[in-house]
Each structure stands twice: as structure tokens, then as C-alpha cells.
């Protein structure tokens, strides 16, 4: 190993970068998000039991709901909050879900009511008396 010259000292070895500094998400940013996307996940249900869609509907709108509220708390934080992107994105899941749905929803009544399947079933759920 040969020396260093003379008059050179070595530096320390570096730390390495300093990570930036990440704002804590609002409080439901992230559950907004996630039921969005589980609404938009379970909406082609909707098209082969019907149950998909009331499913879709509903955590679609807990979607929306949680996100304007983090979206609230994030602009009252005053810059202390995050996760304004995140509730953003639970606010357009969740409609898309819910908008979705509900079209999905009105076209099966349609067809229904259309094909004469919904009154037979309305018609067969209704005990008739029977003579004699």
C-alpha cells in the first residue's frame, strides 16, 4: 500500500443524503383511497348479482366522504398535513364508483322490468290464494 502524499488529509467517509421530510397523511386520506379503489374493484359484480353494485354504492360514497374530510383537515392544518393527493384520489374513485353503479343499477332495472322477468318475480313472491 503506498502512502499518501504528503500534506493530503483524507476526508471522513459521508453520511449519505439526508431523506427529505414527509408530511403525516390527514387522518382518512389513506382509507379514502383505499375504499375507492375497492369500490372500482367490485363494481363488475354488479353486472352478474346486483349485489356488486349496492357494494360499489356504498363504499363509494364512504370514499367520498372521508375524503373531503381529510381534504378539510388538510387545508385547516395550515401546512402541518399531507395526503391532500391521496384524498384527492379517494374523492374521484369513490364518484367514479358510485356514478358507475348507479348506471349499471338502472340499466338492469330496465332490462328487467323491460323482459317481464321483474314482474314474474314480483308475481311469484306474492302467494295468491288458491281456490278450494
Not at 58 to 70: D, Q
Not at 75 to 103: E, M, N
Amino acid at each position: 500500500m503506498v502512502p499518501p502524499p504528503p500534506g493530503f488529509t483524507p476526508q471522513p467517509a459521508g453520511y449519505g443524503a439526508v431523506p427529505p421530510f414527509v408530511l403525516p397523511d390527514a387522518p382518512g386520506a389513506m382509507p379514502s383511497m383505499i375504499l375507492g379503489i375497492i369500490g372500482l374493484v367490485v363494481l363488475p359484480l354488479g353486472c352478474c348479482c346486483g349485489v356488486g353494485s349496492l357494494a360499489s354504492v356504498v363504499l363509494g360514497i364512504l370514499a367520498i366522504v372521508f375524503g373531503v374530510s381529510a381534504r378539510n383537515r388538510v387545508r385547516a392544518s395550515g401546512g402541518t398535513l399531507g395526503g391532500d393527493g391521496k384524498a384527492l384520489a379517494g374523492i374521484i374513485t369513490g364518484g367514479i364508483a358510485v356514478g358507475i353503479a348507479a348506471i349499471v343499477f338502472i340499466l338492469v332495472l330496465v332490462v328487467g322490468i323491460g323482459s317481464g322477468a321483474f314482474l314474474n318475480a314480483i308475481n311469484n313472491a306474492i302467494q295468491t290464494p288458491s281456490p278450494g
